[in-house]
């Protein structure tokens, strides 16, 4: 009974969010007191509490990204003191819980800080540069017809749990928020590895990481630290040795230099991205 009791207290937190009206306006952290915060709400049901309460004294709601809230989507990307998606290892912010913090805290809230990820607002950012690297290259051209027969392609086990693994990756870029360097190589080797891995991929397998490779170069991303932040700050555990797959998969296409690829001014260098 007393485990209950004190597991239903409620909490007060002292609450330090980047407001930001526009990506063309400075922002700052403005503080705020929340009372009455339960400690089984999730850390944006804990947001949705404090942007009722700003509502209900006509002031301007906190402008947050969310969808699903199952930690499967990456939509709620922000930085809790100082950490992507919060302090608690392999979770989303989403499923970040207060009962992790004490009553009378001061909690942090910032957006993503990367060049490639402008803020749009509060702590929403843009990050459609994702999007555009997945469709330089993050995909495969055949023409399937009906679906084919679920064992009618023979693919060695190893691989296909290496694939799977690479596969698990929510694009959340919590991986560029981590890096110093504001990196995107841990997320665009998951991409490669799931698809260079599979007999499906082969076709355009080296076509697609240069042209991926040079699109996130494009994006202003950072180069690798070699430090392995991003690593530790993905929700699903991403390992370093897609990074290591994607360097290989990029050396061999360059040796290879059987394609013509853009290049920053508009032409094409024959085996080069740039």
Not at 51 to 60: F, P, S
Not at 229 to 244: M, Q, R, T, V
Request: proline share 5%; with cysteine; hydrophobic share 35%.
């Amino acid at each position: 009974m007393e485990s209950k009791q004190a597991h239903s207290k409620t909490m007060t937190l002292h609450l330090k969010v980047w407001r930001q009206k526009s990506p063309h306006e400075p922002g700052k952290l403005v503080d705020y007191d929340l009372e009455h915060v339960n400690p089984d709400m999730s850390f944006l049901e804990m947001l949705d509490i404090l942007n009722q309460k700003l509502i209900l004294k006509g002031e301007e709601p906190v402008a947050f990204e969310h969808d699903c809230r199952e930690g499967i989507c990456g939509s709620c990307s922000m930085v809790i003191d100082g950490n992507p998606h919060g302090p608690q290892k392999s979770t989303t912010a989403c499923q970040l819980h207060m009962r992790h913090y004490h009553d009378g805290q001061t909690i942090v809230i910032e957006p993503f800080r990367a060049k490639a990820f402008p803020v749009i607002k509060d702590l929403v950012v843009d990050r459609s540069s994702f999007d555009r690297i997945i469709q330089a290259g993050g995909f495969i051209s055949v023409n399937t017809g009906s679906a084919p027969d679920g064992n009618a392609t023979p693919i060695a086990k190893e691989n296909a749990d290496l694939a799977f693994d690479a596969a698990t990756c929510i694009g959340c870029g919590a991986c560029v928020a981590a890096c110093r360097n504001g990196a995107a190589m841990l997320f665009v080797s998951a991409k490669v590895s799931q698809l260079s891995l599979l007999p499906q991929g082969q076709a355009e397998r080296s076509e697609r990481v240069v042209k991926m490779v040079y699109q996130m170069d494009s994006e202003d991303f950072g180069g690798c630290t070699n430090m392995g932040s991003c690593a530790g700050a993905c929700p699903k555990d991403i390992s370093l040795e897609n990074i290591a797959r994607l360097n290989r998969e990029f050396m061999k296409s360059m040796i290879s230099g059987r394609k013509s690829y853009p290049n920053r001014k508009g032409g094409a260098t024959e085996g080069s991205p740039a």
